[in-house]
């Protein structure tokens, strides 16, 4: 189909500011600026109109959406780009955030996505194509709900001949950038179409599922957490979006793409392309920008395991084991900011923490062994206490006996006395008879006691 047959026509949309509590996003105008120049150039975009439209309230982003859909003929190409905050409800509906959206009201005052559907919907072009790049739970918004894992976007914004691509999957929050130009997934959509490397099939055209997965690959390279996501029919699927560029410097990053592995070059993959530098007519300074954007996603993710074993050994050298509230912490940030996934910091996590468990469990022994000797010294001493009572109770008993065995004594004596003067008293005997009588008495009395 010849361009001149029907139109191009592009909406770039990017907030950077908002109401009330809710968070700037510094690269959502850079990604506007980016995008128009990859459109609107005759050799890759080739678009015919490209309208931006920045920091918009919701009243004239809603009229722009609407513009776009209602003067669209047939055959023409629509293009809806947005770059901002994407919210969501309680029922998981999503909105577009705008200007004058706070977070108290944003039902009210954001672009509902049905009104986006409903445009496209009574729209006659049969190709259309929407890009979104935004955070569906406004999880950067301190004290948000967090509940976007039911958005459909299929439901509410797909239809026959309609692309949607998105930065994120409904699970997710989009990540920012720390630092950088533009929002992670607008910089690979835009690198793969100005270098041409999205162009897998070597046709010379990039195919709007072509550039999405090139987009997707490069994203998770760098964050393997996030998952951008495609909503595509039949129709859909062969849009035609760009042209790719014809020339040595594409033909060279396709081949550093295909040696490059990991984030590496191979030695013998260095000697080959070292070749084909000379046979292309590259110079080594243009042959290493394009090396270095190749491998970039990867060693920015090596960066974030870096940062992530730098402050997970952090928190494990201040007190091991980690508490439920530092593990929450550190999830959120291996998730959130990061981009990596629980496989991608198991072994970081196995490396620190194994000297630290081996210690704990080595503490843990010892302080069992404490425990242990603490409880035996601690029955040894009751034992002992026992001992000592008992021998306490028998030295006790004994002089109870003794002095029992005295009183017996006594009583005895004090009863032959009393014998002794009564038998005198009766019969006159001397003293020394007297006293064997009453002996004698006495034992005739205990015996007859005894029986």
Same mark, same amino acid.
């Given at each position: 189909?010849?361009?001149?047959?029907?139109?191009?026509?592009?909406?770039?949309?990017?907030?950077?500011?908002?109401?009330?509590?809710?968070?700037?996003?510094?690269?959502?105008?850079?990604?506007?600026?980016?995008?128009?120049?990859?459109?609107?150039?005759?050799?890759?975009?080739?678009?015919?109109?490209?309208?931006?439209?920045?920091?918009?309230?919701?009243?004239?982003?809603?009229?722009?959406?609407?513009? @776009?859909?209602?003067?669209?003929?047939?055959?023409?190409?629509?293009?809806?780009?947005?770059?901002?905050?994407?919210?969501?409800?309680?029922?998981?509906?999503?909105?577009?955030?705008?200007?004058?959206?706070?977070?108290?009201?944003?039902?009210?005052?954001?672009?509902?996505?049905?009104?986006?559907?409903?445009?496209?919907?009574?729209?006659?072009?049969?190709?259309?194509? @929407?890009?979104?790049?935004?955070?569906?739970?406004?999880?950067?918004?301190?004290?948000?709900?967090?509940?976007?894992?039911?958005?459909?976007?299929?439901?509410?914004?797909?239809?026959?001949?309609?692309?949607?691509?998105?930065?994120?999957?409904?699970?997710?929050?989009?990540?920012?950038?720390?630092?950088?130009?533009?929002?992670?997934?607008?910089?690979?959509?835009?690198?793969?179409?100005?270098?041409?490397?999205?162009?897998?099939?070597?046709?010379?055209?990039?195919?709007?599922?072509?550039?999405?997965?090139?987009?997707?690959?490069?994203?998770?390279?760098?964050?393997?957490?996030?998952?951008?996501?495609?909503? @595509?029919?039949?129709?859909?699927?062969?849009?035609?979006?760009?042209?790719?560029?014809?020339?040595?410097?594409?033909?060279?990053?396709?081949?550093?793409?295909?040696?490059?592995?990991?984030?590496?070059?191979?030695?013998?993959?260095?000697?080959?392309?070292?070749?084909?530098?000379?046979?292309?007519?590259?110079?080594?300074?243009?042959?290493?920008?394009?090396?270095?954007?190749?491998?970039?996603?990867?060693?920015?993710?090596?960066?974030?395991?870096?940062?992530?074993?730098?402050?997970?050994?952090?928190?494990?050298?201040?007190?091991?084991?980690?508490?439920?509230?530092?593990?929450?912490?550190?999830?959120?940030?291996?998730?959130?900011?990061?981009?990596?996934?629980?496989?991608?910091?198991?072994?970081?996590?196995?490396?620190?923490?194994?000297?630290?468990?081996?210690?704990?469990?080595?503490?843990?022994?010892?302080?069992?062994?404490?425990?242990?000797?603490?409880?035996?010294?601690?029955?040894?001493?009751?034992?002992?206490?026992?001992?000592?009572?008992?021998?306490?109770?028998?030295?006790?008993?004994?002089?109870?006996?003794?002095?029992?065995?005295?009183?017996?004594? @006594?009583?005895?004596?004090?009863?032959?006395?009393?014998?002794?003067?009564?038998?005198?008293?009766?019969?006159?005997?001397?003293?020394?008879?007297?006293?064997?009588?009453?002996?004698?008495?006495?034992?005739?009395?205990?015996?007859?006691?005894?029986?």
């Amino acid at each position: 189909m010849n361009s001149l047959e029907y139109k191009k026509i592009a909406l770039l949309i990017g907030v950077s500011e908002y109401g009330a509590d809710i968070p700037p996003l510094s690269s959502a105008l850079n990604d506007v600026a980016a995008m128009e120049r990859v459109l609107q150039n005759p050799n890759l975009g080739n678009f015919t109109q490209v309208e931006r439209l920045l920091n918009p309230d919701t009243v004239v982003m809603r009229m722009a959406i609407q513009k @776009l859909f209602r003067n669209a003929s047939q055959e023409d190409l629509l293009l809806l780009f947005f770059s901002g905050h994407g919210i969501t409800n309680d029922d998981n509906h999503l909105y577009l955030a705008t200007r004058n959206t706070s977070k108290e009201d944003f039902e009210a005052t954001a672009v509902d996505a049905n009104f986006i559907q409903t445009q496209s919907n009574y729209c006659y072009s049969k190709r259309q194509v @929407l890009i979104l790049d935004a955070c569906y739970s406004g999880a950067f918004a301190n004290g948000w709900h967090k509940k976007s894992v039911g958005v459909d976007i299929k439901k509410q914004l797909g239809a026959e001949g309609r692309v949607v691509l998105t930065s994120s999957s409904a699970t997710q929050t989009s990540f920012a950038q720390e630092g950088a130009t533009l929002s992670l997934y607008t910089q690979y959509l835009v690198e793969g179409i100005e270098t041409g490397a999205a162009d897998t099939d070597n046709d010379g055209n990039i195919h709007v599922q072509e550039l999405h997965a090139y987009a997707k690959t490069k994203v998770q390279a760098v964050k393997p957490n996030m998952t951008p996501d495609i909503i @595509l029919d039949k129709e859909g699927y062969n849009i035609l979006l760009a042209y790719a560029p014809r020339n040595p410097e594409t033909e060279y990053r396709k081949l550093v793409e295909q040696y490059a592995q990991n984030g590496q070059l191979k030695n013998v993959a260095i000697l080959v392309l070292t070749a084909k530098r000379k046979t292309l007519g590259i110079t080594d300074t243009k042959a290493e920008e394009i090396e270095t954007e190749v491998l970039e996603p990867f060693r920015r993710r090596l960066a974030n395991l870096q940062n992530y074993k730098q402050h997970f050994a952090e928190e494990v050298e201040q007190k091991y084991p980690l508490d439920a509230h530092t593990l929450k912490i550190l999830k959120d940030y291996q998730q959130d900011v990061l981009g990596l996934r629980d496989e991608d910091v198991e072994s970081i996590e196995l490396e620190i923490t194994s000297v630290k468990e081996a210690e704990y469990q080595k503490q843990l022994q010892i302080q069992k062994q404490r425990e242990v000797e603490a409880l035996q010294r601690q029955r040894e001493a009751q034992a002992a206490e026992q001992l000592r009572l008992q021998q306490e109770a028998e030295v006790l008993q004994r002089q109870r006996d003794a002095k029992a065995a005295k009183q017996l004594r @006594l009583q005895e004596k004090a009863e032959v006395l009393q014998q002794l003067r009564y038998i005198r008293y009766k019969t006159g005997m001397g003293c020394s008879e007297g006293f064997q009588e009453a002996k004698r008495s006495l034992k005739r009395t205990n015996r007859q006691r005894k029986n």
